[in-house]
């Protein structure tokens, strides 16, 4: 089956033909180039193609509570307690769960991502049971959406007290998983919790996804104890680590370091700059910090960086539109990526750091695109139009579209 999207407007500014068969680009021609003999097609109409966004780190068992689940404080630790207290009162049920993870799918579909890596919460009263209800969500976007699952233990994971956490991660195991997640920042051994992960993970042929030092306290930096540790166990998956925040405040040369240990460890680092906005600097009231990790230190010296959105409107970020759109334009204002780079960091740098190829509109490549209604890149981040078609191995999957008037 041969599938043409025609008259696409590419970032280099050529309007081509693309022309798909098994998934896959198999001619970029100029646009207007007669269709093969029974192919089918879809009219993109001068639309701009972009690579499919990633969310290489979302939080869909907790997306969508920020009118339910409040968190006055604002910062981590409120959102944290503010969540784990809705937990343990059986706030969420497994159908409202159910729920909630699909919206937030839908949503993330519609603006033209294909692909996620959500975290899910495991241990504590809660068990691997959100892990299941949020399998029954993905279940839905089957041959829509690559969705990789985390699970992100409770803390402690160390120690006598972390025994239910550990079991706990064990069972989201059995229930099915992509990779091991945790706090080391928030567990009373960091190293413990690390070296915990990387053992479960070995066992299971798993990858780690760890949330490093999210936190602006300089003397709180796991990242380089992580960073020997996989490179002492030649641990063998996908290892990534999500935030990185305090990194973001030592000196240059500490930083210079710790990339270069984290390159060497080959570990990707995903910053998340929305959620750290929110969560971070409450404390900070002159020169407010950023809290998002030195993004061009990582990535000069080898780092695989990939941009995430992390919560969307629940206790940890009442904001987030569940776009990636969003994330590059803060990545723009709040790190200082030029827009061609930050509209990278959540599509194809995100598609690298999940282990799916890069989508550089050459033949051969995942036909996994977004056409949006903007003149450039930098118009799509400026503007963010809701006008969008979003496509799967080169099929129309999601559609939305904007009217407006002006009444004189
Ligand atoms: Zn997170």
């Known amino acids: 089956m041969v599938h043409v999207l025609r008259n696409a407007l590419l970032a280099d500014g050529r309007?081509?033909?693309?022309?798909?068969q098994d998934g896959k680009i198999s001619a970029v021609g100029a646009a207007g180039s007669p269709l093969p003999a029974e192919s089918t097609s879809?009219?993109?109409?001068?639309?701009?193609?972009?690579?499919?966004?990633?969310?290489?780190?979302?939080?869909?068992?907790?997306?969508?509570?920020?009118?339910?689940?409040?968190?006055?404080?604002?910062?981590?630790?409120?959102?944290?307690?503010?969540?784990?207290?809705?937990?343990?009162?059986g706030q969420f049920t497994h159908d409202d769960m159910v729920e909630r993870a699909a919206a937030a799918l839908t949503r993330l579909l519609l603006n033209g991502t294909t692909a996620v890596r959500t975290h899910v919460n495991v241990g504590g009263e809660v068990g691997a049971s959100y892990v299941v209800a949020v399998k029954?969500?993905?279940?839905?976007?089957?041959?829509?959406?690559?969705?990789?699952?985390?699970?992100?233990?409770?803390?402690?994971?160390?120690?006598?007290?972390?025994?239910?956490?550990?079991?706990?991660?064990?069972?989201?195991?059995?229930?099915?998983?992509?990779?091991?997640?945790?706090?080391?920042?928030?567990?009373?051994?960091?190293?413990?919790?690390?070296?915990?992960?990387?053992?479960?993970?070995?066992?299971?042929?798993?990858?780690?996804?760890?949330h490093i030092d999210e936190t602006l306290n300089?003397?709180?930096?796991?990242?380089?104890?992580?960073?020997?540790?996989?490179?002492?166990?030649?641990?063998?998956?996908?290892?990534?680590?999500?935030?990185?925040?305090?990194?973001?405040?030592?000196?240059?040369?500490?930083?210079?370091?710790?990339?270069?240990?984290?390159?060497?460890?080959?570990?990707?680092?995903i910053p998340?700059?929305?959620?750290?906005?929110?969560?971070?600097?409450?404390?900070?009231?002159?020169?407010?910090?950023?809290?998002?990790?030195?993004?061009?230190?990582?990535?000069?010296?080898?780092?695989?960086?990939?941009?995430?959105?992390?919560?969307?409107?629940d206790p940890f970020n009442p904001m987030g539109r569940s776009d990636g759109l969003e994330t590059a334009a803060l990545l723009v204002m709040a790190a200082h990526q030029l827009p061609p780079v930050a509209m990278d960091l959540v599509s194809n740098a995100g598609r690298e750091v999940l282990g799916l190829g890069r989508v550089e509109m050459r033949v051969g490549d995942s036909a996994d695109f977004f056409a949006i209604a903007a003149p450039s890149v930098r118009g799509a981040l400026a503007d963010a139009p809701r006008d969008r078609m979003v496509f799967r191995q080169g099929r129309l999957v999601a559609r939305r579209s904007e009217s407006e008037t002006i009444a004189r």
């Open 272 to 313: 998340l700059p929305q959620t750290n906005l929110f969560l971070q600097g409450w404390d900070h009231p002159v020169s407010m910090p950023r809290g998002i990790t030195p993004i061009d230190v990582l990535r000069d010296h080898g780092v695989r960086v990939a941009a995430g959105a992390d919560n969307v409107q």
């Open 136 to 210: 029954e969500a993905v279940k839905r976007f089957e041959g829509l959406m690559d969705v990789q699952i985390v699970a992100l233990t409770h803390q402690p994971i160390t120690g006598n007290d972390g025994r239910g956490n550990r079991a706990a991660l064990l069972e989201a195991i059995e229930v099915g998983i992509d990779l091991v997640g945790g706090c080391p920042h928030l567990d009373p051994d960091p190293r413990g919790l690390i070296d915990n992960a990387i053992k479960v993970a070995t066992d299971a042929g798993l990858g780690i996804d760890l």
């Open 15 to 20: 309007t081509v033909d693309i022309t798909v």
């Open 42 to 89: 879809d009219d993109l109409g001068g639309r701009l193609l972009l690579p499919a966004m990633v969310e290489p780190h979302a939080h869909i068992d907790k997306a969508l509570t920020a009118d339910t689940v409040p968190n006055p404080r604002g910062d981590l630790m409120g959102a944290i307690e503010a969540w784990i207290s809705a937990s343990d009162r």
């Open 218 to 269: 300089p003397s709180m930096l796991t990242l380089p104890i992580f960073a020997r540790a996989i490179q002492e166990s030649g641990f063998a998956h996908s290892v990534s680590a999500s935030h990185c925040v305090s990194l973001s405040v030592q000196p240059v040369a500490q930083q210079v370091a710790v990339a270069k240990e984290v390159a060497a460890a080959g570990i990707s680092i």
